[in-house]
């Protein structure tokens, strides 16, 4: 819901000027994470032009905000679906249908802390990314396999 970003903006105290509520849409009906030209082009079909720094300008700060995340294996642009969730907001891509699920684990958040703390480092935030096959392809694959089989 671009309504839900729009109010962490205004609670930050970020004014909702027309460039940043446009990227925040096309964000908002991406299916895919979008690079900064991936936006421009989006916008020019509807009529809108951004010049790139400005679509870069706003995109660093909704990932400042977390109203954004950067996809460590593509780069691209998503729009943030937990904004209310607390912690480092962690991402399964799908390498077959490129399905991208967000999620929030409190517990291995503890873990790699722990890790690093143990070598003398002082974590504040977790990026991380898991690669594979969603339940969907994950399913197919096997049901494929079942039939492979004699
Ligand atoms: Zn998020
Ligand atoms: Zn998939
Ligand atoms: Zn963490």
Redesign the pocket.
């Known amino acids: 819901m671009v309504q839900d970003s729009i109010q962490v903006l205004q609670a930050q105290g970020y004014k909702v000027t027309k460039p940043r509520r446009q990227v925040l849409e096309i964000l908002d009906r991406a299916q895919r994470p979008l690079s900064p030209y991936d936006i421009q082009r989006l916008l020019r079909q509807q009529g809108k032009y951004l010049n790139h720094v400005t679509i870069y300008r706003i995109l660093d700060l909704f990932y400042s905000l977390n109203l954004a995340h950067k996809l460590l294996s593509t780069g691209g642009f998503v729009k943030c679906t937990l904004p209310s969730e607390e912690g480092c907001h962690r991402f399964m891509v799908?390498?077959?249908?490129?399905?991208i699920q967000e999620f929030v684990d409190p517990q291995l958040c503890l873990q790699e802390s722990k890790s690093t703390r143990n070598l003398g480092f002082h974590t504040e935030y977790h990026f991380s990314e898991s690669s594979g096959?969603?339940?969907?392809?994950?399913r197919k694959q096997l049901q494929k396999q079942g039939n492979a089989q004699p």
């Not at 799908?94 to 399905?99: I, L, P, Q, W, Y």
């Open positions: 799908c390498h077959r249908c490129g399905a096959l969603c339940s969907n392809c994950y």
